[in-house]
């Protein structure tokens, strides 16, 4: 009996929907068209009510496709977030299937850096909502505005230390919903909230695609079909401006933008119109970060630079090589962007050891190298002058022999 409870609360919302969607498959149940019922979604309910479990306290924000409230949810005693879908769009079956698209994909991804939902449902008077935490604190987007403006508080909050460490989170959720098949497609500033304990949530799936032989491709069958580019202009890479066929790397991209504007504090990009700014992205006209930050690091540079290239094929291949290589520019190592020699390598992890070697500088380490491979020959030579000819040759030809190796071993340590 119990079993037969669960199967009923399942498939309620779905019930009250399909005077919409038509006959739906959910799992291995076809819900028919025509079986929701008065009660669960006509006209003749409290306007203004969810559901009794829940009550609207006020409003947070507006999107194309909906809004979203404050939650008082009455039986567990806490605050949530509401997303409704508009009422005019109600009875638009595309947009529907979008929405619930979205409430699904989310609730699939289970990660401490994704925004939990916790409830699909349907009002009396027939709006579609779904719940979701509601997070207690800003948007990168607001962070980012306040650093610019140089805000005390938020700028000794919020060091560039700070905002690469919160970096790597998005960079673990985005990695995350990549497993799982999951390409986010509209990732930037305004779509990721910082919570008060500095937690980092990744908000707002609604463009969200599914990748071939993804986990979730059961819940794709529910997306509609889409016509030309979506997202948001200034974090969307040449190829979804274009229509092509997207992967992993789409997302690397856009990771690459949001880690520019966290250094930068502005965009790469700027136009006075959205074709203006796909022109820019297309050309990869974007201003160098060097430019716009001379004291950033070369390192840090070269990974932004990587993450954001035109071609996909010299970007990163996922988030998770561009999050290990932000740990090695934040650890003092060299990222694999980079490309620099054994000496810098080697320089770079020897400072992070002991920070009084950064006053070192890079043409100083350049002089003792290559000091240290004359002293070195000079040596040589005057061993040479005192052993036979033979032996000399089997010393050059076992000396060549072994550089390769003691090359490898060295470019290992530096990576360190």
């Known amino acids: 009996m119990a079993a037969d409870s669960d199967a009923i609360g399942a498939l309620s919302t779905m019930c009250a929907l399909s005077d919409v969607l038509g006959d739906t498959v959910i799992g291995d149940a076809t819900v028919p068209a025509g079986a929701a019922t008065n009660e669960v979604a006509g006209d003749d309910a409290a306007d203004d009510d969810m559901v009794e479990?829940?009550?609207?306290?006020?409003?947070?924000?507006?999107?194309?496709?909906?809004?979203?409230?404050?939650?008082?949810?009455?039986?567990?005693?806490?605050?949530?977030?509401?997303?409704?879908?508009?009422?005019?769009?109600?009875?638009?079956?595309?947009?529907?299937?979008?929405?619930?698209?979205?409430?699904?994909?989310?609730?699939?991804?289970?990660?401490?850096?994704?925004?939990?939902?916790?409830?699909?449902?349907?009002?009396?008077?027939?709006?579609?909502?779904?719940?979701?935490?509601?997070?207690?604190?800003?948007?990168?987007a607001e962070v980012i505005d306040r650093l610019r403006a140089h805000d005390a508080d938020t700028e000794a909050a919020m060091s560039l230390a700070r905002r690469l460490r919160l970096f790597l989170q998005l960079c673990q959720a985005v990695a995350f919903a990549h497993s799982r098949g999951v390409l986010h497609r509209d990732l930037k500033p305004a779509n990721i909230m910082l919570g008060s304990h500095g937690e980092l949530l990744l908000m707002d799936w609604g463009l969200a695609m599914s990748l071939p032989d993804s986990e979730l491709a059961d819940l794709a069958g529910e997306l509609p079909e889409r016509s030309g580019p979506s997202g948001t202009p200034l974090y969307m890479p040449p190829e979804q401006i274009d229509g092509a066929e997207l992967d992993q790397r789409a997302d690397v991209y856009s990771l690459g933008v949001i880690l520019y504007?966290?250094?930068?504090?502005?965009?790469?990009?700027?136009?006075?119109?959205?074709?203006?700014?796909?022109?820019?992205?297309?050309?990869?006209?974007?201003?160098?970060?060097?430019?716009?930050?001379?004291?950033?690091?070369?390192?840090?540079?070269?990974?932004?630079?990587?993450?954001?290239?035109?071609?996909?094929?010299?970007?990163?291949?996922?988030?998770?090589?561009?999050?290990?290589?932000?740990?090695?520019?934040?650890?003092?190592?060299?990222?694999?962007?980079?490309?620099?020699?054994?000496?810098?390598?080697?320089?770079?992890?020897?400072?992070?050891?002991?920070?009084?070697?950064?006053?070192?500088?890079?043409?100083?380490?350049?002089?003792?190298?290559?000091?240290?491979?004359?002293?070195?020959?000079?040596?040589?030579?005057?061993?040479a002058s005192h052993i036979a000819g033979w032996e000399v040759a089997m010393l050059v030809v076992?000396?060549?022999?072994?550089?390769?190796?003691l090359i490898r071993w060295l470019r290992t340590l530096g990576e360190r």
């Open 53 to 140: 479990r829940y009550e609207v306290r006020c409003a947070l924000g507006e999107g194309g496709m909906g809004h979203i409230d404050l939650l008082w949810d009455s039986d567990l005693r806490r605050d949530l977030a509401v997303k409704r879908l508009r009422k005019e769009l109600r009875s638009d079956q595309t947009l529907l299937r979008q929405f619930l698209w979205e409430a699904r994909v989310t609730a699939s991804l289970d990660h401490p850096n994704v925004v939990p939902v916790h409830d699909l449902g349907v009002t009396p008077r027939g709006d579609v909502f779904f719940t979701m935490k509601y997070v207690r604190g800003k948007s990168l």
């Open 398 to 405: 076992g000396a060549l022999m072994g550089m390769p190796f």
């Open 261 to 383: 504007e966290l250094v930068a504090l502005q965009p790469p990009f700027s136009g006075k119109s959205v074709g203006d700014i796909w022109h820019q992205v297309q050309a990869g006209e974007g201003k160098p970060l060097a430019e716009v930050v001379p004291q950033v690091s070369p390192s840090l540079a070269a990974v932004v630079a990587n993450a954001m290239a035109s071609d996909r094929e010299q970007r990163y291949a996922t988030a998770t090589e561009l999050l290990e290589d932000v740990e090695r520019v934040i650890d003092g190592r060299t990222p694999l962007a980079e490309d620099v020699s054994l000496a810098r390598k080697v320089a770079r992890y020897a400072v992070h050891q002991d920070p009084r070697l950064a006053s070192v500088r890079p043409y100083e380490i350049d002089l003792m190298y290559g000091g240290g491979l004359i002293a070195g020959a000079g040596i040589g030579g005057l061993v």
